[in-house]
Nanobody, 115 residues
Framework: QVQLVESGGGLVQPGGSLRLSCAASGSFFSIYTMGWYRQAPGKQREMVAIIGTGGTTNYTDSVKGRFTISRDNAKNTVYLQMNSLKPEDTALYYC?????????WGQGTQVTVSS
């Protein structure tokens, strides 16, 4: 089972940017569909962005045009570039891998957008 470790969260002012990283252990990273999810206090966890094995991406409507997901298979890492951040983006952000119905989650990294 792949192990995932997120990093890059922090406190940022509205309109600012952050880049999250998710490093995966083990081999065969390229076969996994990778995704970023987030959970705000009192809310359900939601999908933010997904990138497939061929690089196809999908985003939730609220982040389209502001966030970009990418992957570097040579580094076993998936990224989430977040621009024009808003207070409503505040949440714990999780990385997830999926392959044939098997999922792994990271421990999460906190993103707080506040002035």
């Amino acid at each position: 089972q792949v192990q995932l470790v997120e990093s890059g969260g922090g406190l940022v002012q509205p309109g600012g940017s952050l880049r999250l990283s998710c490093a995966a252990s083990g081999s065969f990273f390229s076969i996994y569909t990778m995704g970023w999810y987030r959970q705000a206090p009192g809310k359900q966890r939601e999908m933010v962005a997904i990138i497939g094995t061929g690089g196809t991406t999908n985003y939730t409507d609220s982040v389209k045009g502001r966030f970009t997901i990418s992957r570097d298979n040579a580094k076993n890492t998936v990224y989430l570039q977040m621009n024009s951040l808003k207070p409503e983006d505040t949440a714990l952000y999780y990385c997830r891998s999926s392959w044939l119905g098997n999922y792994s989650w990271g421990q999460g990294t906190q993103v707080t957008v506040s002035s």
